[in-house]
C-alpha cells in the first residue's frame, strides 16, 4: 500500500523549505520501505532547492544520505529484513542492463539512473523525492547495509561525501605510499582526507587558509600546503600521483597542475560547469598529466566503502541539527559554516499537521 508522509519540500527556487505532505509510491516485490533515522545536508541538495543548476521540479524533497530502518520488504526482497539498519545514497535504481550497470558503475547508467530525489520513477513515472521526510522506498538492490557500531548520524554522509572522495582514491588504485593531494577542506574534502590515510596515502591538504592546519593534521593530514604561496606550491611541484579537489565552485586549476607527478592525474569532485579562467595545457601535455572527474560511486563500490569505514571506524565530522532548522543550515553552508557536514535528526522532527 501507498506510504503516507511527512517532509520538508522547496516548493520553488526563492521560497523556504517547508512542511510537505505526500505519499511515498506503491511498494512493489523488490523493495524495501524505510523509516529514515538521520539525513545528511549536502551542497547538491541546496544547488537543487534553489535551481542552481537548472531543471528542478517543484515540490522537491532534498536529501540523498540516508541512515535509515526497514520497516518492511516485498515478497521478492532477499538481501535484508525488517529491522536492519540500512543506508540510501544518491540513486534509487538504473537499468541494469546496459554496459556502465554491467560494469557496477550505476552512476553512469546509459539509460540515466534514477536519482533519489528530482526524478523519474523508472516504472510508473512518479517524481522521487528524497530523504527530508519520514519514510522512503527504494529497490532492494540500491539498499546499503551499514556496519555495525557506526555513530549513524556520521554515517549518514558517507553516501555522498564517502563514496565520492572513496570512489576515485579506488580507481586510481591509492595504496601505502601513494601522494595524495585534496583541495579543500569541507564536507567532501574532510572525508578525502580521512579515507586517503586510512587507504595508506601519504597525505597533502592544498588549503587558502593558514588556519586550518591542525584540523586537517587531525583528519589525517600529513602535511598543509598553502596554495596562495608560491614558494610552498614550487616546493611541491612534480610531487603528487593523485590530486582530489573537492573545491564546489569554478576556481583556478593552473596553480595546482605543476605539482602533479608525472602520469598524474588531477580528479574533479566538488564542482560542475565551466571553469575559470581557462585551464593552461602545458603542464599536463608534457608530463603525460590528466584532468577527470568522478561522480559519486556504484552500489557494490558504497558497500565496500561502508564496509571499509565499519572497519577503521570512520565517519564524518558532523554537526546534528532538527528538520526545521533546515533553511538556516541552508544558509550556512553558503557562508562554509559547518564542520563539516550537518545532519538531520528525524526523531526530532516535530511537523505540524
Not at 206 to 228: H, M, N, Q
Not at 333 to 339: A, Y
Request: one cysteine or more; a neutral charge.
Amino acid at each position: 500500500m501507498s506510504q503516507a508522509t511527512r517532509g520538508y519540500a522547496a516548493q520553488s527556487p526563492t521560497s523556504p523549505l517547508g512542511l510537505f505532505h505526500f505519499v511515498r509510491r506503491d511498494p512493489r516485490p523488490e523493495d524495501v520501505v524505510i523509516d529514515i533515522l538521520y539525513s545528511g545536508v549536502c551542497h547538491s541538495d541546496l544547488h537543487t532547492a534553489r535551481n542552481d543548476w537548472g531543471g528542478t521540479v517543484y515540490p522537491t524533497v532534498p536529501g540523498h544520505e540516508i541512515i535509515g530502518r526497514v520497516r518492511a520488504v516485498g515478497s521478492a526482497v532477499q538481501r535484508v529484513q525488517p529491522g536492519d539498519m540500512v543506508g540510501v545514497g544518491c540513486m534509487v535504481d538504473s537499468c541494469q542492463a546496459c554496459r556502465a550497470c554491467a560494469k557496477g558503475w550505476e552512476q553512469y547508467c546509459e539509460r540515466g539512473a534514477t536519482y533519489t530525489y528530482n526524478s523519474v520513477d523508472r516504472v510508473d513515472g512518479s517524481p522521487t523525492q528524497g530523504g527530508y521526510a519520514e519514510q522512503i522506498v527504494v529497490r532492494q538492490e540500491f539498499v546499503l547495509k551499514v556496519p555495525g557500531g557506526l555513530d549513524l548520524a556520521g554515517a549518514a554522509p558517507l553516501l555522498c561525501a564517502g563514496i565520492t572522495t572513496w570512489s576515485p582514491l579506488r580507481h586510481w588504485k591509492v595504496g601505502p605510499g601513494s601522494q595524495v593531494a585534496v583541495v579543500g577542506l569541507g564536507g567532501l574534502g574532510h572525508m578525502a582526507l580521512k579515507l586517503a590515510k586510512a587507504l595508506g596515502a601519504e597525505v597533502t591538504l592544498f588549503s587558502r587558509s593558514p588556519g586550518k592546519e591542525a584540523d586537517a593534521r587531525r583528519l589525517g593530514a600529513d602535511r598543509v600546503v598553502i596554495s596562495t604561496d608560491k614558494a610552498q606550491m614550487k616546493a611541491v611541484r612534480g610531487q603528487f600521483e593523485l590530486i582530489l579537489d573537492t573545491v564546489p565552485y569554478a576556481h583556478d586549476l593552473n596553480p595546482y597542475t605543476p605539482t602533479l607527478a608525472t602520469g598524474g592525474t588531477l580528479v574533479l569532485v566538488g564542482f560542475l560547469g565551466s571553469q575559470e579562467p581557462p585551464l593552461n595545457t602545458s603542464a599536463l601535455v608534457v608530463g603525460r598529466k590528466a584532468l577527470a572527474g568522478s561522480l559519486i560511486g556504484g552500489i557494490a563500490e558504497t558497500q565496500e566503502m561502508l564496509d571499509f569505514c565499519g572497519q577503521h571506524g570512520i565517519t564524518a565530522d558532523t554537526e546534528v541539527i532538527a528538520l526545521e532548522d533546515i533553511n538556516a543550515a541552508y544558509e550556512r553552508m553558503l557562508r562554509s559554516d559547518v564542520k563539516y557536514r550537518f545532519v538531520i535528526d528525524m526523531a526530532r522532527f516535530a511537523g505540524q499537521g
